[in-house]
């Protein structure tokens, strides 16, 4: 699909609007067929990575915790898997919590995988812990306050066992709202897209920006899981697709900082509850935990149980 030209920082008109295009797009990809209901009766929290940054705060939190280590649909014990050595509290947690998997969402209009376009997966250089510039060849960097992305992956159908080796790839906006390899004069970058393999207790981290606000959608970081690098880097087949979505008060801290103002007039417009993707249950399994500063940068954690 070749999109529309947009005048500078204006988002196009067709990002993730409209389930019917995006469903039929993943669909005809995947033919998952796993679309899950999100009537669970207790939130699935996520995992904070690591603590936070240097001058930050913890008043960005995200879902509650867990109360006991039990599924939240079923109510029975869901822990059996044990951290290795090196395992962080914060990976023994999330272990505690599994029991809820992921949300299956669109992908949207641009994923970069090769199933609306152009395939960011078969580059080389997509492999990498930092997204924020460009690779091959450009080296733009995405201008915007620094995000650390720690997502921990878990088998839901192997009593919550860390899912090491598999891999994940990550993309989403700029500050202004656009895609690259999609938006008008971003058609040759390819920045804030990676792809990372997922260690021993199956946690994957990513160096990027805070991602904008654009009209019609909540903020948020799209994902897809992969069995392993070597599905990922050939768009084989996916695990999981879903989107992580960042809380509103860390939206609201960083909207108000200088070169996010496109975002500070888009995102009063969108909740989470009227949002086309988190909106049928507020994104409880999806919204992440959150600690940082405008100054500091942030830390967004969370749990993805597949």
Known sequence: MTPTPQPPHEP???HDRGLEFDLSTLLSRRSLGMFLGAGAAAALAACTPGGS???????STGAAAASAPTSAASGTAAVTATPSASASPTLTRAIAEC???????TAGPYPGDGSNGPNVLAASGVVRKDITSSFGTSSTTADGVPLTVTLTLLDNANGCAPLGGAAVYAWHCDKDGRYSMYDAGLTNENFLRGVQEADANGQVTFQTIFPGAYSGRWPHIHFEVFESMDNATAAGQVLA?????????????VYASAGYESSARNFPRTTLT???????????????????SVSG?????LNVTV
């Open 12 to 14: 196009h008109p067709n």
């Open 53 to 59: 940054t240097a001058g930050g705060s913890s008043a």
């Open 99 to 105: 029991g809820v998997e992921i949300p299956e969402e």
């Open 241 to 253: 697709v879903s989107q992580i979505a960042l809380t509103d008060a860390a939206c609201k801290e």
């Open 274 to 292: 009227s949002d086309n993707v988190f909106g049928d249950d507020g994104g409880i399994y999806q919204l992440a935990t959150m600690t940082g």
């Open 297 to 301: 940068g942030y830390t967004a954690g």
